[in-house]
């Protein structure tokens, strides 16, 4: 028989008002960058080292509230092995990455959201969970200067950015 299945958009948004896959899909579908894109220092504002030890230094902690608000909202302790069940949709280092790059003012929620694949209802949930963590450390996020619209205005940024930061041969 002819299937017809309802799909969500995809993070193209490649779903039609039927809330369906098209039958082609568009030729110039927007470039998105890479999750790994995301951390660059044109972003953040910071080397990969300062976020890797930023991300170091609020794991620990970050994982103790998640424990802890689970335990709240079971009413008891667990049942299964810790790790067990569903998976978060952000992992720790992309919660603070997400963090940093909203508190640079970079772009809406809902744009961050799209850059990470997530909702925004997952992403103001991260957030709300690491500004308060960076607040006890003293730790600000300077705003950035750049703002952004869609994901392709940040995969352009960044595709001008890697332009900038190459090394031209002298020949």
Known sequence: GDW?????????????????????WPAAAPRWPEAAALRSP?????????L??????LAPEMAELR?????RQRGSERCRALGAGAKDKLITADRVLATVLYLR?????????????????????????VQPLLAERDRTIPPST????????VAAFLATANDRTKIKPAC
């Open 146 to 153: 750049a703002r952004f619209r869609t994901p392709a205005d």
């Open 42 to 50: 044109e972003l953040t504002g910071m080397s990969g080292a300062e």
């Open 52 to 57: 890797d030890h930023l991300v170091d230094e």
């Open 105 to 129: 003012k970079l772009g809406t929620r809902d744009l961050l959201a799209q850059l990470f694949g997530v909702t925004g209802s997952t992403l103001t949930r991260a957030i709300h969970q």
């Open 4 to 24: 017809n299945y309802t799909l969500h958009p995809d993070r193209h948004g490649t779903v039609n008002a039927h809330g369906t896959a098209p039958t082609t």
């Open 67 to 71: 424990e802890r608000q689970r335990l």
